[in-house]
């Protein structure tokens, strides 16, 4: 049976974000604006050798702006040229979106299932009690330890996604300790970022981007490796003053001691923690997609309803209510994917990309390196997948960067930080909504408690391009 602190643990995560900054109006509203964005920017198109564009091919293509597409409903594959978007064709970009991330989607529904079945066990709540034991309640070494392990399997192997398991554990974490659930989610969340930011040996952006401007995988290294550690005591030193803001203490009240975990739990915990070491291994050695990831969810949920003593239908019942819990994150993820598919059907991203490329001076380097990563922080509203903005971006900045001395790797790392400084908190983010959304906290509370260290992490960056391109 669930214990009484399982109960209270659970509905307490079950808690629904406020109505008020839901993230779901916020996406349908910026989709909104990506319509209005095909009608007043003209379309171009960039000719592409796979999905990588061709610098100084962009051509503009003729388009009828006239308002009278917006209740027209047509086959885009029927028609050649350019037209703005239909209110259908914003209808349309939501299926579309959900198919496009289907991966994704379905993986963030099976994590909500299991997390159902560790978190009704009790298994949670007991294993947070013994670790806060552990620390004997210093609230600010965990945090440091756990900024710190987050932000280098990030920064090393890539992880986000598969973070997303963690979420549930971080928000349990903060209630346990008597904290707003934003400060667990904002430790693990902020790791990540840095991670991706510094990207040491992350897979992810440098085997794309590095070999599309001429240069070894995983060159630079002992450069980004300064750039981690910068950023990683900002990002500490942000949730410190936040703790101590919120009124923390260091030292919290443990009430039981020599408290021990039942033996059930131990297993279900050890099980989990096995599995996510073996997950951050595996999906790097065989390059494990989506749907590897999500049947590897799949197998380790078993385990753990075989573990939990759950009836096999108690356990289906569990494992749904979990799902239902993230079912927003789930959805959240294909409108966000809409915006993308609506501007680039009307030809319209391209664009703005060479529009953007403009903001690279000629003659002033230290020009060029901040346009350069002022561009990639706007794209990247636009353009959240790292892969993706990498494809389009960096052939067409990293010539334009060479006119004026900037370096093919200070144009990576212009990349680095602009995609992982914007990526915390672009609201067209799907792995970003689907934290929130897991986490049941709101865009815009979580832009309020992040606008800040975005500044912070801003300007560093900034600095370091400067002080690199110098």
Not at 145 to 150: P, R, Y
Not at 289 to 294: D, F, G, N, S, V
Not at 373 to 389: E, H
Request: aromatic share 10%; glycine share 8%.
């Amino acid at each position: 049976m669930k214990s009484q602190s399982a109960v209270d643990t659970d509905s307490q995560v079950a808690k629904e974000p406020s109505v008020k900054g839901n993230p779901l109006v916020i996406l349908l509203f910026i989709l909104l604006i990506a319509g209005a964005l095909t009608y007043l920017v003209d379309s171009g198109s960039y000719q592409r050798d796979g999905k990588v564009v061709i610098p100084g091919t962009f051509q503009l293509i003729e388009k009828d702006t006239s308002l009278s597409h917006l209740l027209s409903v047509r086959d885009k594959e029927d028609i050649e040229g350019a037209t703005p978007a239909s209110v259908a064709d914003l209808l349309q970009a939501i299926p579309k979106g959900l198919d496009k991330a289907s991966g994704l989607i379905f993986m963030v529904l099976v994590i909500g299932g299991m997390f159902g079945i560790l978190t009704s066990s009790g298994a949670i709540d007991n294993g947070l009690h013994k670790l806060i034991g552990l620390v004997k309640g210093n609230i600010f070494a965990l945090t440091i330890i756990l900024m710190t392990v987050f932000s280098f399997g990030s920064t090393m192997l890539g992880l986000a996604s598969e973070y997303l398991l963690v979420i549930p554990i971080m928000v349990a974490l903060s209630r346990k300790v008597g904290l707003d659930p934003i400060y667990g989610f904002a430790i693990l969340t902020i790791s990540v970022k840095v991670g991706y930011i510094a990207s040491i040996l992350n897979p992810l952006p440098l085997t794309i981007a590095q070999p599309l401007v001429g240069l070894p995988i995983f060159s630079g290294a002992m450069q980004r490796s300064v750039y981690f550690v910068v950023f990683l005591m900002l990002g500490v030193g942000f949730m410190i003053y936040k703790l101590r803001k919120a009124n923390s203490v260091s030292q919290i009240s443990i009430d039981t001691p020599h408290f021990t975990i039942p033996f059930r739990h131990v297993l279900m915990l050890a099980v989990m923690f096995i599995s996510i070491i073996f997950l951050a291994i595996a999906s790097n050695q065989w390059q494990w997609k989506h749907q590897e990831i999500t049947s590897y969810y799949i197998l380790i949920s078993i385990l753990l309803a075989l573990i939990s003593g759950y009836k096999p239908s108690e356990a289906a019942q569990v494992f749904v209510e979990g799902m239902k819990k993230v079912l927003l994150a789930s959805f959240l993820i294909g409108v966000a994917s809409a915006v993308a598919i609506v501007l680039s059907d009307a030809y319209v991203l391209d664009t703005i990309v060479n529009w953007m490329s403009g903001f690279i001076g000629e003659g002033n380097k230290y020009a060029a390196v901040t346009g350069m990563f002022v561009s990639q922080l706007l794209l990247d509203v636009l353009i959240p997948s790292t892969s993706g903005q990498a494809a389009v971006s960096i052939p067409i900045l990293s010539p334009l960067g060479q006119l004026s001395g900037v370096t093919s790797q200070q144009t990576v790392t212009a990349f680095l930080f602009g995609n992982g400084i914007t990526n915390l908190l672009t609201p067209t983010s799907g792995t970003l909504l689907a934290y929130l959304a897991t986490a049941g906290i709101s865009w815009t509370r979580w832009f309020k408690f992040v606008l800040p260290l975005w500044f912070i992490f801003s300007a560093a960056a900034l600095v370091l391009l400067c002080l690199a391109v110098s």
